[in-house]
């Protein structure tokens, strides 16, 4: 089955829909706008209830079909919110708001599914419920939990949730999924170093925790690659260094921030370990203290075989079957989407953006020739997982 006949008819209205929402993009759980106009839209539409401030911000549509049938009810979920980047692009809808983008493709994201609530709701080809979700705050602020923990899933009886994203270098019109971990749980990592300051021309009489902080950096990599099974994944890398305010001087303190990625809950437990076993005993060698600060994140992103499955067979009828590789390599992002899989049974996409710049880049940019497959995808699915 190729792409729908009336989301093509729609595919220019829903890029438009997407140049309004790029060019005023809204950060975390502030996507007041954003989420106005979705729920504006969502009514529009003609949809049985649009509730709004689950999760804080986020906008729920609920579209019932031409046949009741009881605990039919499928979840498709986008995500609204941008990123803290000044866009690099020069396009008639470039960013309005300085210092803010959609660098991740939520924009489209949101589009897509809004052209297929439209359909939806115009044709009513399915029984039982589609709940479309808009969640805010996927970049770093856990509006995915902040929506479940709101007791979404209960509230609108969800039984299978789905999730898409855009793939930078994946050709357009094709997909990519796998069963089982497919995005990495991400965990925060900060490291608060005291030394003992002093002038640079008498570091004897200092301890130096700039020197110190390099060593910890150096040491925590022999976590990945002398503790963890070579045989799994793990990613360590500290990212932000922050020390000092002149040449001259040995400063007291030393910050350091950075990231843990992980699959398996076991290396997970295992780096939070050895971790602060490697920062308090570097530290000591050079008579410094340190605290490590290990906050956990995103949970690993797990897809369910059987609705992963199913995703595919969907997929494959848009794209057709040698344009759906189901053995993506896993990847080592993050998505808070983890929360609602841990809720309820579902699957994670990924839909090609073809030869754009990479995700959270300021010259990325979401491709508007990705719209027809995308908001298919979300057509057929329900159709078929629901057929009327």
């Not at 975390?28 to 729920?39: E, G, I, K, M």
Request: charged share 20%; net charge negative.
């Amino acid at each position: 089955m190729p792409i729908v006949n009336r989301v093509a008819d729609l595919h220019r209205e829903i890029a438009e829909w997407r140049h309004d929402l790029h060019a005023h993009p809204e950060l975390l759980y502030d996507v007041h706008r954003t989420a106005a106009s979705v729920a504006d839209k969502l009514k529009a539409f003609g949809c049985d209830e649009v509730v709004t401030g689950i999760g804080r911000t986020g906008v729920v549509g609920v579209i019932r079909g031409r046949t009741a049938a009881p605990g039919k009810v499928i979840g498709l979920r986008a995500d609204m919110d941008a990123l803290p980047i000044d866009e690099a692009n020069d396009l008639p809808y470039k960013s309005t708001v300085a210092g803010k983008m959609h660098a991740c493709g939520h924009d489209g994201h949101t589009a897509m599914l809004l052209g297929a609530a439209r359909y939806l709701a115009e044709t009513r080809n399915f029984a039982g419920t589609a709940v479309v979700i808009f969640q805010p705050a996927e970049e770093g602020g856990a509006g995915g939990k902040a929506m479940v923990e709101d007791g979404m899933m209960d509230r609108f009886g969800i039984k299978q949730v789905y999730g898409m994203h855009n793939y930078p270098g994946m050709p357009v019109g094709q997909f990519g999924i796998r069963p089982g971990p497919i995005m990495a749980a991400t965990d925060l990592i900060e490291i608060e170093i005291e030394g003992r300051g002093g002038h640079a021309a008498r570091p004897h009489l200092a301890i130096d925790a700039v020197l110190t902080g390099a060593q910890i950096i150096n040491n925590l990599q022999t976590i990945v690659a002398r503790n963890v099974d070579p045989l799994k994944s793990a990613v360590v890398s500290i990212c932000v260094f922050r020390a000092g305010s002149a040449d001259n001087v040995l400063p007291q303190t030393v910050t350091l921030r950075g990231t843990a990625r992980s699959f398996d809950p076991e290396v997970r437990k295992l780096i939070e370990k050895r971790m602060h076993e490697v920062v308090e005993g570097t530290a000591m060698a050079q008579g410094a203290k340190a605290k490590l600060s290990f906050i956990r994140g995103y949970p690993v992103l797990v897809n369910h075989e059987g609705e992963t499955d199913f995703a595919a067979s969907v997929a494959r009828e848009i794209a057709g079957t040698d344009r759906v590789d189901t053995d993506l390599p896993p990847m080592m992002g993050a998505e808070d989407f983890s929360y609602m899989l841990n809720a309820r049974p579902g699957a994670f996409i990924f839909i090609g953006n073809g030869e754009s710049a990479g995700l959270h880049h300021p010259a990325y940019n979401f491709n508007d020739d990705v719209i027809p497959y995308g908001t298919s995808y979300w057509v057929k699915l329900v159709e078929t997982a629901q057929p009327a």
